[in-house]
């Protein structure tokens, strides 16, 4: 998959000493195969007839160029031995995440002669790029119909669809933190001064009004609500008042996000919300994540940036969840679980879903019941405190365990006690969010671009990491 909300400044380099006839051929190899993925680019066609870049005096028109279409990446193939000091200052003055990479090379001509010389030149682009004080992602020279490329360009969409999404992240909060869960305090002024990062308030006196104003108006959105709502799950002992409720609350919280831009929200769900709309959100919360507006518990802004960030590096529903309990029997497994935030969409094939009350009684609606598919599960979360931030990231992978109320997954580990120590000693808590792909290597890439933020894989070493960039492991 490529990301979709990327915008890519495609710069395609050559250097004069080779032929440039075929330089311009293979640039219209590449260019084709990325358009074959439908990926939104900005090319170098308004510069020369070639649509290439060779002299350094077309630098700056092409880094204009790139800015007025509001790029949000760079990549700079080599069509032969390209121009290191040109294509080093675009990526300079863009200030973007940038991607280099050359196609393999033919071999000599019959006269002992080389076309290209795409790879020598991508050792002299690095080092132009380094100098320049560029961050950029490398992937090895490779065939231009090889897997390979496939697997790394696309991976390398999705860590600039993550750093996009966190530097242009706003996020909601209705209400504040619960008093007891001093774990999910945020700085918000280091959150915007560090990373641009902006967290818009919002009361839970708002919500109630909002909600309430929906019931009583009754629109046609409210009836498809419900409509859809009893449609796709079971609601035992459930009133069709409480249905309402939780759809209008959908409907109340959708137009806020959309009126104030978010990326992603987080509510507080407890304990002020049954006492004035009698539901706890927790059901909500997954409806609105499901739908690609991750919205989180508890107030905790810190797991709807790391939910923004873990979309953007898959293409995939996220969701969030407690380290709640040890396997009873498996030392390396780990209950993912909470009230009945994740998405309808992640639940296991053939499991019925629910929503019931929170307790055994039935007598406040908004807990959902379902447990959600396994297969291969990146954790991660975004955190911090003392002014250093950290993301923490590990592959897991879905296993068996006894039944739980709410919606649920058991993950199992390579070491357990290796991630329960990463995770004690901080600067983390107990909430995550899951994402069923390996992405850590990703999200790795990801931390290279953002100053201040440190990567923090467990059980994964850096030539793990960088094998994925090689094509040679997901």
Same mark, same amino acid.
């Given at each position: 998959m490529?990301?979709s909300?990327?915008? #890519?400044g495609f710069?395609?380099?050559r250097?004069?000493?080779?032929?440039?006839?075929e =330089?311009?051929r293979?640039k219209?190899?590449i &260019?084709?195969?990325?358009?074959?993925?439908?990926v939104? #680019?900005?090319?170098l066609?308004?510069l020369?007839?070639?649509?290439l870049l060779f002299?350094? =005096?077309d630098a700056?028109?092409? /880094?204009?160029?790139?800015?007025?279409e509001?790029v949000d990446?760079?990549?700079? @193939?080599?069509?032969n031995f390209?121009t290191?000091?040109a294509? /080093?200052?675009?990526c300079?003055l863009?200030n973007k995440?940038?991607?280099?990479w050359?196609p393999?090379?033919?071999?000599?001509?019959e006269?002992?002669?080389?076309?290209?010389?795409s790879?020598?030149g991508? $050792? =002299?682009?690095?080092?132009?790029l380094?100098r320049?004080? +560029?961050?950029?992602?490398?992937?090895?020279?490779?065939?231009?119909?090889?897997?390979e $490329?496939?697997?790394?360009?696309?991976a $390398?969409?999705?860590?600039a669809?993550?750093v996009k999404?966190?530097?242009?992240?706003?996020?909601?909060?209705?209400?504040?933190?619960?008093?007891?869960?001093?774990?999910?305090?945020v700085?918000?002024?280091?959150?915007?001064?560090?990373?641009?990062i902006e967290?818009?308030?919002?009361?839970?006196?708002?919500?109630?009004?909002g909600?309430?104003?929906?019931?009583?108006?009754?629109?046609d959105?409210?009836?498809?609500? +419900?409509?859809d709502?009893k449609?796709?799950?079971?609601?035992?002992h459930?009133?069709? &008042?409480?249905?309402?409720?939780?759809?209008?609350?959908?409907?109340?919280l959708?137009?806020?996000?959309?009126?104030?831009? #978010?990326?992603?929200?987080?509510?507080?769900?407890w304990s002020?919300?049954?006492a004035?709309?009698?539901i706890?959100?927790?059901?909500?919360?997954?409806?609105?994540?499901g739908?690609?507006?991750?919205?989180t518990?508890?107030?905790?802004?810190?797991?709807?940036?790391?939910?923004?960030?873990?979309q953007?590096?898959?293409?995939l529903k996220t969701?969030?969840?407690d380290l709640?309990?040890?396997h009873?029997?498996?030392?390396?497994a780990?209950?993912?679980?909470h009230?009945?935030?994740?998405?309808?969409?992640?639940a &296991?094939?053939?499991?019925?879903k629910?929503?019931?009350?929170y307790d055994?009684?039935?007598?406040?609606?908004g807990l959902?019941?379902?447990k959600?598919k396994g297969?291969p599960i990146?954790?991660?979360?975004f955190?911090?405190?003392?002014?250093?931030y950290s993301?923490?990231? %590990?592959?897991?992978?879905?296993t068996? %365990?006894?039944y739980n109320?709410?919606?649920?997954?058991?993950?199992?580990?390579?070491?357990w006690?290796?991630? &329960?120590d990463?995770?004690?000693y901080g @600067?983390?808590?107990?909430?995550?969010t899951?994402?069923h792909?390996?992405?850590a290597?990703?999200?790795n890439? $990801?931390?290279?671009?953002?100053?201040g #933020?440190?990567?923090d894989p467990?059980?994964?070493?850096?030539t793990?990491?960088r094998?994925y960039w090689?094509g040679?492991?997901k």
């Open positions: 490529v990301s909300i990327v915008k #890519l710069c395609p380099t250097r004069n000493v080779f032929d440039p006839k =330089a311009k293979y219209e190899i &260019e084709k195969r990325l358009r074959g993925w439908k939104d #680019l900005v090319n066609d308004f020369n007839e070639e649509g002299q350094m =005096a700056k028109t092409v /880094a204009d160029r790139f800015i007025k509001g990446a760079v990549f700079i @193939p080599h069509c390209g290191e000091d294509t /080093a200052k675009v300079k863009v995440p940038v991607l280099l050359g393999r090379d033919d071999a000599p001509r006269n002992g002669t080389r076309v290209r010389d790879q020598c991508l $050792f =002299a682009t690095s080092k132009a380094r320049y004080g +560029v961050t950029f992602t490398y992937l090895p020279n490779s065939w231009v119909d090889g897997p $490329f496939e697997h790394g360009f696309k $390398f969409m999705n860590t669809a993550a999404v966190f530097k242009t992240a706003r996020i909601g909060t209705v209400g504040p933190r619960p008093q007891l869960f001093s774990s999910v305090m700085n918000e002024s280091e959150l915007l001064e560090r990373f641009g967290v818009v308030p919002a009361t839970l006196v708002s919500l109630d009004r909600v309430k104003e929906i019931l009583s108006q009754k629109p959105e409210l009836k498809t609500m +419900v409509t709502l449609s796709r799950f079971k609601w035992p459930q009133t069709d &008042e409480a249905i309402s409720i939780h759809a209008a609350m959908i409907i109340w959708r137009r806020w996000a959309e009126k104030q831009n #978010l990326s992603a929200m987080s509510i507080q769900c002020d919300l049954p004035t709309l009698h706890w959100p927790c059901f909500v919360n997954g409806e609105l994540t739908s690609g507006l991750p919205s518990c508890e107030t905790d802004v810190h797991a709807a940036i790391t939910a923004i960030v873990m953007a590096a898959s293409g969701f969030c969840a709640t309990i040890r009873p029997e498996n030392d390396n780990e209950l993912l679980w009230c009945g935030p994740f998405p309808s969409c992640l &296991e094939e053939g499991c019925e629910s929503v019931i009350g055994e009684k039935n007598t406040v609606s959902a019941q379902f959600i297969g990146t954790v991660g979360r955190d911090g405190d003392n002014g250093e993301m923490f990231m %590990g592959h897991a992978k879905g068996t %365990g006894p109320r709410g919606t649920y997954v058991w993950i199992e580990t390579d070491n006690l290796e991630w &329960e990463k995770l004690i @600067p983390y808590i107990h909430h995550i899951g994402v792909d390996h992405i290597p990703v999200l890439e $990801f931390c290279r671009y953002i100053p #933020l440190c990567a467990v059980g994964l070493s850096e793990q990491l094998q090689r040679l492991k």
